[in-house]
């Protein structure tokens, strides 16, 4: 009895140390730690979030699974707690564990580890249903070194300061650069203590799938049983609130199988709820440096029809570097009863400036609300006509707030500063970064309108899946050959005055 006392204590004591600062510095020692130190730890969406969390954390060593859960008034917690068997991943080993019978709208402590070795304190809050609540939202940190992934972490860090009463914090992908074990370590020592602030929905980049296969779903612990596919990625979704989440994985064949289309469009009608939001990593619509390639083009034929068809409200995404926001648009035409489009900007430092030789090519400049881009020493806004309106404010690190309160949606993004720096390039000790609001808009919607029109089995079998591969490349294919290829050649002059004139591609 008293040494449960004195663990319940010491995680509600360590949790109010950590909670008095955000993000601190981690030694590399820790971050690679030897034996059964728990790293990595992250609690994630899975299921029901007014009930269940996934917890996952990797240990050095093999050795067992043990969480520890406690109220805010540190008694012990009767959840259910049912652990996956521990495996082996990339010379360390990887343990996860689905906590559910948890009550709505609670605020819980935890640690993790084994017997003996345990780790600091997290905390996460389930959703106490109503129609009330608000997250942050960040994209792309996809740093290679420890100083960067700190850089990235003090935007997420920024985002939490801004709104204090977040409750969960969705990364739209590319959380590291090559998907490495040294790169997961420095964004488990960047991120370490926000991690553990905060419950997570992830969305799988490139840079977290396609060539390094297996790594995000061993990275999460996810509800993967709608899926269509696991390998490069996971789709999945949740209600909270009023809101039901579809998140996407855009690695599916390159960029989105008929398959996962077929999931999608069901699982949107599936829902009753207020507001249906989308998350993915590729975007749709973008003038950045990956918006002139096939696989993310094809999103703008393939996937709206089905975000237009279910009546999607707001769509994010990552992968270009840069921030843009759509007028309402359904059947890529403007259209007040349409989606908007977000390309959320970079948490990181890697920016991305337009390529002017896309406008009104793949990107009609008549579909932007909003566009904001950061690249090397200048900030830009575009104000409708101008490419080059300069606002040294704007350079640094992106972030997003969305609250939903009934039927009102407010998107607010923010750019936190990068630190000034010397004639010689060198950050000038002392200086404050300024966090600058540089766009916000609001939806309104009349609540209680949708209706529930699928009811049946929305999982895909192997074989399910399998045949539809051949079907979903080609239809990839016959985009690339007959609507994009001609396209791309049209642009091609402008695309070479572009590189030999300014050096972008």
């Avoid at 969390?53 to 959840?79: C, F, H, M, Q, R």
């Avoid at 204090?164 to 964004?187: H, I, K, Q, R």
């Avoid at 920016?351 to 932007?368: Q, S, V």
């Amino acid at each position: 009895m008293k040494k449960n006392f004195l663990r319940v204590l010491s995680v509600v004591l360590c949790f109010a140390m950590l909670s008095t600062c955000l993000v601190f510095p981690v030694s590399a020692e820790e971050a690679t730690a030897p034996g059964t130190t728990p790293t990595r730890i992250s609690v994630a969406v899975n299921g029901d979030p007014s009930t269940q969390k996934g917890i996952t954390w990797y240990t050095n060593e093999n050795t067992s699974s043990v969480v520890e859960i406690v109220d805010e008034l540190g008694a012990p917690v009767n959840a259910q707690i049912t652990y996956e068997d521990v495996f082996e991943w990339e010379g360390k080993f990887v343990h996860k564990a689905l906590v559910s019978g948890l009550e709505a709208g609670k605020t819980y402590y935890y640690d993790v580890g084994d017997e003996i070795v345990r780790s600091a304190a997290g905390t996460f809050t389930t959703d106490n249903d109503d129609d009330k609540f608000s997250f942050v939202a960040i994209a792309d940190i996809q740093a290679g070194n420890q100083e960067n992934f700190m850089k990235g972490a003090k935007v997420a860090q920024a985002a939490f300061e801004t709104a204090p009463t977040a409750e969960f914090m969705v990364n739209l992908g590319d959380f590291t650069d090559d998907s490495t074990n040294e790169e997961w370590d420095y964004y488990d020592t960047a991120m370490k203590a926000i991690n553990l602030s905060t419950t997570i929905v992830p969305v799988a980049g490139n840079h977290d799938g396609l060539g390094v296969e297996h790594w995000f779903n061993n990275m999460f612990n996810l509800d993967t049983s709608e899926s269509v596919q696991i390998k490069d990625g996971v789709n999945y979704s949740f209600d909270y609130g009023n809101a039901h989440f579809a998140v996407l994985n855009t690695n599916d064949i390159l960029s989105i199988s008929i398959a996962q289309l077929n999931w999608l469009e069901n699982d949107l009608n599936s829902t009753d709820k207020d507001w249906k939001i989308v998350f993915l990593h590729k975007s749709p619509y973008s003038l950045g440096k990956d918006a002139k390639w096939p696989d993310a083009l094809y999103l703008q034929k393939s996937l709206t029809r089905v975000l237009d068809k279910c009546n999607v409200d707001l769509v994010m995404s990552g992968h270009d570097h840069q921030y843009l926001r759509t007028k309402a648009l359904k059947n890529n035409k403007v259209n007040e009863d349409g989606t908007v489009y977000v390309l959320s900007g970079t948490a990181g430092t890697k920016r991305y400036e337009i390529r002017e030789f896309l406008a009104n090519n793949f990107m009609k400049t008549e579909w932007i609300n909003a566009l904001t881009i950061q690249k090397g020493g200048y900030g830009n806004y575009w104000d409708g006509q101008d490419w080059d309106q300069v606002n040294q404010a704007y350079i640094g690190g992106i972030f997003n707030t969305i609250s939903i309160d009934g039927g009102t949606l407010t998107f607010d993004s923010y750019v936190l500063s990068d630190i000034p720096t010397d004639e010689n390039g060198k950050e000038i000790e002392g200086a404050e970064q300024i966090i600058t609001r540089h766009d916000t808009f609001t939806l309104e919607k009349k609540t209680g309108e949708n209706k529930i029109t699928f009811t049946g089995d929305n999982t895909t079998s192997e074989a399910e899946y399998n045949a539809l591969v051949v079907p979903s490349f080609l239809g990839l294919a016959a985009y690339a050959f007959m609507e994009w290829l001609p396209k791309f050649l049209i642009m091609v002059p402008a695309l070479l005055k572009s590189v030999i004139v300014d050096d972008v591609f």
